[in-house]
């Protein structure tokens, strides 16, 4: 059966790319704290007009900070350990059920040329990336 799991990591790797899907997993946050801290400073610095400076200065900080932090979805994908890997693939497989392939290359022709289960797929690699994860999601350039 990991063959089959390998398969279906593919498959969503194949449809990122393809979407050029790209995330940012951990900068989200520390752009966020970046945005709450300096808000938070400017506050006690200098009553309401300091939060609101503070927190103009740390949303401009944060988005330097985590800027091109995004990387290619089927890339995060790939460094998936092999607890979240299973848990993707055990997420998909129920929408694969009546496929029959042989192998990654031809699951991903038979998805591909199916744009309803196409989208479900990545609905639900969105979902996965979103909520497991915790990532931030791009489309696109």
Sequence with gaps: MPSR????????????AN?????A??????GAAVT???AFIG???GAPPGLAVGGAVGGLLGCWMTSGQFKPLPQILLELPPHHREKLSSAIMPL????S????AQLSALVMANGALQQQVVAMLLNFVTNELRAEVKYGD
């Design 5 to 16: 799991m390998d398969d279906v990591m593919r498959l969503c790797c194949d449809l990122s």
């Design 19 to 23: 979407q050029q899907i790209t995330v």
């Design 25 to 30: 997993v951990k900068n989200s946050a520390k």
């Design 36 to 38: 709450g801290g300096t």
């Design 43 to 45: 506050g006690l610095l």
């Design 96 to 99: 694969l059920t009546s496929l």
């Design 101 to 104: 392939w042989t192998d990654a």
